[in-house]
């Protein structure tokens, strides 16, 4: 069911909500300071919407971070983080991933935003708290906000 009903969407391309609901049955689930989560019911996929251009900008920030982290070696230690990714609208800051359990406390964030840091020697930056960190069905953790994250070397 998930890959038919992301086939139609990526013919589709939706930019909104209004747009999505469409084609599919949406479910809202949490926000932050630039986006807007929704499971797409019958499927294992979320979406997030942007608000405004600086939500979309935070999106695009995200999607050069995502194909860095699955193009660029030194990125690719993140790899393992990176939930499934079903498609993307770099103009429209429109994003569908795999969903995820966001069952992890603040402090087993920190701990992970410690490691993320420490991968980077000369110091490394990410926006690692519980909001953005939750477990896949298989208990692995999967950081779900890459729109911040990078280093020095
Ligand atoms: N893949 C996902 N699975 C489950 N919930 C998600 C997922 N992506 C986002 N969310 C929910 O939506 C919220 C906002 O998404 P996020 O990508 O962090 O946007 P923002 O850039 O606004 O912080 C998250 O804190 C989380 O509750
Ligand atoms: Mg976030």
Known sequence: MTEQIIKKIKTVRPV???????IC???RMGSGAFRRAYSIIKTDAIVKFSFGADG???TQD????????KTVKRFQRFKKYLPKIYYWDE???VIIMEQIQMNVTEDQASKIKAKFEKMFP???FT???KRNVG???KGQIKVIDFGVIGGQE
């Open 16 to 22: 909104n909500v209004t747009q999505l609901r469409r």
């Open 25 to 27: 049955k949406l479910k």
């Open 56 to 58: 979309i900008s935070h």
């Open 62 to 69: 995200e999607i050069k971070n995502i194909r860095k982290i």
């Open 91 to 93: 103009t429209y800051g």
């Open 122 to 124: 000369k110091g490394g």
């Open 127 to 129: 926006d690692l708290h």
């Open 135 to 137: 477990r896949n069905k």
